[in-house]
Nanobody, 121 residues
């Protein structure tokens, strides 16, 4: 059974930092790409960062580039999203999503339950 469990959200002041974790299980970690999405109230969910587990290459949305960093720990089947210099516009529910290679050569995606990040003074 595939599971993605996020943790690390919370309330932080503007300019502060948080580190989100996404622990994966139930699939071959090295055959996946992990995406971090966020959804603010009244807005659509969109991807802010992704990291391919096989090679560690990551990409970032312009809104977080230079402030957020995605990393991985293969031994722990865990991906992290370090968020620095947080601003109120970063307030959202953050979701971990996995694109997992299938034996047939395609992909299936899975979602975590989300973790709330609130940036406020």
């Amino acid at each position: 059974q595939v599971q993605l469990v996020e943790s690390g959200g919370g309330l932080v002041q503007p300019g502060g930092s948080l580190r989100l974790s996404c622990k994966a299980s139930g699939f071959t970690f090295n055959r996946s790409r992990i995406n971090w999405y966020r959804q603010a109230p009244t807005k659509e969910r969109h991807v802010v960062a992704d990291i391919t587990i096989r090679d560690g290459i990551s990409h970032y949305d312009d809104s977080v580039k230079g402030r957020f960093t995605a990393t991985k720990d293969n031994a722990k089947n865990t991906v992290y999203l370090k968020m620095n210099n947080l601003i109120p516009d970063d307030t959202a529910v953050y979701y971990c999503n996995a694109d997992v290679e299938t034996r047939e050569g395609g992909f299936r995606d899975y979602w975590g339950q989300g973790t709330q990040v609130t940036v406020s003074s």
